[in-house]
Nanobody, 113 residues
Framework: QVQLVESGGGLVQPGGSLRLSCTVS????????MAWYRQAPGKQRELVAV???????TYADFVQGRFAISRDNAKNTVYLQIDTLKPEDTAVYYC???????WGQGTQVTVSS
């Protein structure tokens, strides 16, 4: 059983920044693409960003340069840097490992003054 554990969420003021982390158990991390999704209250879960096992990143259109996904294969960890946070970024953020198809439990990001 693969486990994904997210951290780094919290309450932040508009314009602030956060870095989310997701650590994957076992030894499979470096072989698979990783993704971050988010789900706002009352909305469907949506894709935020994907990073290949080689480090190539793609982003959803709404990201507009404010998000950056990265990975450290030595630490089995994927990151999501979010800058210039907006209230509409409020959501639970989930990491996902493609292929084995496992999800993390999610980390809450709340943007409010």
């Amino acid at each position: 059983q693969v486990q994904l554990v997210e951290s780094g969420g919290g309450l932040v003021q508009p314009g602030g920044s956060l870095r989310l982390s997701c650590t994957v158990s076992g030894s499979i991390f470096r072989f698979y693409p990783m993704a971050w999704y988010r789900q706002a209250p009352g909305k469907q879960r949506e894709l935020v960003a994907v990073i290949s096992n080689g480090g190539d990143a793609t982003y959803a259109d709404f990201v507009q340069g404010r998000f950056a996904i990265s990975r450290d294969n030595a630490k089995n960890t994927v990151y999501l840097q979010i800058d210039t946070l907006k209230p509409e970024d409020t959501a639970v953020y989930y990491c996902y490992i493609q292929g084995p198809n496992f999800w993390g439990q999610g980390t809450q990001v709340t943007v409010s003054s």
